[in-house]
T-cell receptor, first 115, second 116 residues
Framework: DTGVSQNPRHKITKRGQNVTFRCDPI?????LYWYRQTLGQGPEFLTY????????KSRLLSDRFSAERPKGSFSTLEIQRTEQGDSAMYLC?????????????FGPGTRLTVL | AQKVTQAQTEISVVEKEDVTLDCVYE???????LFWYKQPPSGELVFLIR??????QNEISGRYSWNFQKSTSSFNFTITASQVVDSAVYFC?????????????FGKGTKLTVNP
């Protein structure tokens, strides 16, 4: 049973460019979460999916951010017109319905640097 | 609003010392879950433990133990006989149940350095 995987692991981009990250959850996990972590801070919730439905979005998720999970398996997070303030680690987590206690299992993250 | 406070930003100990990481939380939910995660230098968050708000029994797992006290809204984590491999950032997190939100609210973390 493989864990949550994220690609790419690192992304360096110039301000104004668009970037897209991918998350593959643990097999058969129907819930998928995105968090953002800046240096010296704890992860902050961005959004979550149950299967393909996006059920909750944080106010942190500005209109430049969009997340999808079209087939209820992998998910993508796109940031349009990146800004230097978007530089952070983007973490993906998943959990299955077998766990009723909201135990989320995290991937290694994608570190974004906006120059 | 939910909030998690980890007042200790950094702790440094010598190997074999015991160390306690503090966590204080705020929530209006009557039922909630508390978690501890470990983030080693590699960056991946590793789940350590989950505790339900209606279960105040303390828990021990090997060198790790957790003390949940609802009266003081605290969920502290103790590592006994610390080892160099315990060096990491440790996060306490809270998840409410009411309202259907599934987000985890994290503290800012405590960086633990265990020196040989």
């Amino acid at each position: 049973d493989t864990g949550v995987s994220q690609n790419p692991r690192h992304k360096i981009t110039k301000r104004g460019q668009n970037v897209t990250f991918r998350c593959d959850p643990i097999s058969e996990h129907n819930r998928l979460y995105w968090y953002r972590q800046t240096l010296g801070q704890g992860p902050e919730f961005l959004t979550y999916f149950q299967n393909e439905a996006q059920l909750e979005k944080s106010r942190l998720l500005s209109d430049r951010f969009s997340a999808e999970r079209p087939k209820g398996s992998f998910s993508t997070l796109e940031i349009q017109r990146t800004e230097q303030g978007d530089s952070a680690m983007y973490l993906c987590a998943s959990r299955g319905t077998a766990s009723s206690y909201n135990e989320q299992f995290f991937g290694p993250g994608t570190r974004l640097t906006v120059l | 609003a939910q909030k998690v406070t980890q007042a200790q930003t950094e702790i440094s100990v010598v190997e074999k010392e015991d160390v306690t990481l503090d966590c204080v939380y705020e929530t209006r939910d009557t039922t909630y879950y508390l978690f501890w995660y470990k983030q080693p230098p590699s960056g991946e968050l590793v789940f350590l433990i989950r505790r339900n708000s209606f279960d105040e029994q303390n828990e021990i797992s090997g060198r790790y133990s957790w003390n949940f006290q609802k009266s003081t809204s605290s969920f502290n984590f103790t590592i006994t006989a610390s080892q160099v491999v315990d060096s990491a950032v440790y996060f306490c997190a809270l998840s409410g149940i009411q309202g259907g939100s599934e987000k985890l609210v994290f503290g800012k973390g405590t960086k633990l350095t265990v020196n040989p």
